[in-house]
């Protein structure tokens, strides 16, 4: 089975982060691959903190 690697590009909320160009979406910090948690808000929504801002996952995605 043929193993693929994951593209990504950048962030536009932030350009020191990158985000995967496929599911499962995956945000990374580029200096040291730090992937930033996300958790649930009240209405659904994943909800994360990227770059000392918090950010819709969705969102993020849609740019």
Do not use: C
């Not at 020191?16 to 499962?24: L, N």
């Not at 910090?29 to 903190?49: A, Q």
């Amino acid at each position: 089975m043929a193993q693929t690697e994951t593209e990504f590009v950048t962030l536009k909320a932030n350009n020191e982060f990158e985000i995967s160009t496929s599911e499962p979406w995956v945000i990374r910090r580029k200096e040291d691959g730090f992937i930033p948690k996300f958790s649930e808000n009240n209405s659904g929504y994943l909800l994360g903190w990227v770059g000392g801002q918090a950010h819709l996952l969705h969102r993020l995605v849609a740019e």
